[in-house]
């Protein structure tokens, strides 16, 4: 094991397997946990019980396990990179807040939804459901956005700018972009997951969703290119690159085909693979800084400055070699086991 690891800190650049690493986990959490946000930022559109019960449910075995890539994405920035999550986690502190008690109602809207019959009950919690998804999902964009733009940073790293300089129009057009997303993600998922009448419905709406996540997406690619021109500067230096912008187009652009042939778990495979190549050319961008300071670029967090030692990184590469194939083949059990169509009984939501 000594040999091993003493091999991982001569030979590997720890410092971008680890920025790669962390993309993944979050990259994980953005396919996962989007189709269940996506599936709650529709809930409302559904009118009768029984309709609302099967959004619920084709979501109910999944989503607090979903939601597990976000926490050890989390923690694996504040192990490999500590400054960064100090720097962000401070800065978007009213964010992030807002982010959690997001998720928090949301979770608490599963809950206890089916424990009471009463109309008003149910409705209340199914408008905290919705609320809570959409809001989840406009912040983590926002976030990105951020990211992206740069935010102010002092010499020390330090974030000295307010909640409301984050609520820009850039940053704004990213969260609403990935609400869009999610709401494509989520309808597919939807689609697969049920049968009958509502199935139809939400087969129809899936155009929808996806000319609005176009709409949205066409603009923040503009946007990108004219106020963000660091963000394609790997593809410009690199051609090669730009096969991922290729497979991204591709892949969005293959999901109405697999609609149109009813082909949903294809439909949400290309959903899915439009996520991974989105948020890796957003990973290409940034790299290899982890946080943008703007106006003083020089002031910006990579993978250098604001990394552990390589001591700490080699050990962590070690856990997360042992680590994440368990992770993985727990996430694929559970999908395997709640495969299929959604079935309500007595104990469902």
Request: aromatic share 14%; proline share 4%.
């Amino acid at each position: 094991m000594n040999d091993f690891f003493q091999y991982l800190l001569q030979h590997l650049d720890l410092n971008a397997i680890w920025f790669v690493l962390i993309g993944v986990l979050f990259t994980g959490y953005a396919a996962l946990d989007g189709f269940d946000l996506g599936v709650g930022a529709l809930h409302l559109f559904t009118k009768t019980d029984k309709e609302r019960r099967l959004m619920l449910n084709s979501i109910g075995p999944v989503w607090d396990g979903n939601e597990v890539w976000l926490v050890t994405g989390g923690g694996a920035l504040f192990a490999a990179f500590p400054e960064v999550y100090a720097t962000v986690f401070s800065g978007f502190y009213l964010a992030f807040m807002l982010l959690l008690c997001s998720l928090i109602f949301r979770a608490v809207a599963i809950e206890f939804r089916s424990k009471q019959p009463m109309l008003w009950w149910r409705r209340m919690w199914d408008i905290c459901f919705a609320l809570g998804s959409i809001l989840s999902a406009f912040l983590i964009g926002v976030a990105l956005g951020n990211i992206a733009w740069g935010i102010p940073l002092d010499k020390d790293f330090e974030f000295s700018g307010s909640f409301l300089g984050l609520l820009h129009p850039y940053a704004l057009l990213m969260g609403v972009t990935t609400v869009a997303l999610f709401m494509m993600h989520g309808c597919i998922y939807a689609t697969m997951k049920t049968e009958g009448p509502l199935h139809e419905k939400l087969r129809g709406w899936i155009n929808n969703t996806i000319i609005f996540f176009i709409i949205c997406y066409a603009t923040a690619t503009v946007a990108t290119l004219v106020y963000l021109p660091h963000m394609s500067e790997k593809l410009k230096q690199t051609p090669w690159f730009f096969v991922l912008a290729i497979l991204n187009m591709l892949a969005i652009a293959n999901i109405p085909r697999e609609v149109h042939h009813k082909r949903d778990l294809m439909a949400f495979a290309s959903s899915c693979a439009a996520m991974v190549t989105l948020m890796g050319l957003f990973g290409l961008g940034m790299f290899p800084n982890l946080v943008l300071s703007n106006p003083n670029p020089e002031h910006s967090m990579n993978i250098i400055n604001s990394a552990s030692s390589h001591k700490t990184l080699g050990i962590m590469l070690v856990i997360a070699i042992l680590g994440v194939p368990v992770v993985l083949a727990y996430t694929a059990s559970i999908y395997w086991i709640f495969r299929g169509k959604v079935k309500l009984d007595p104990h469902s939501y």
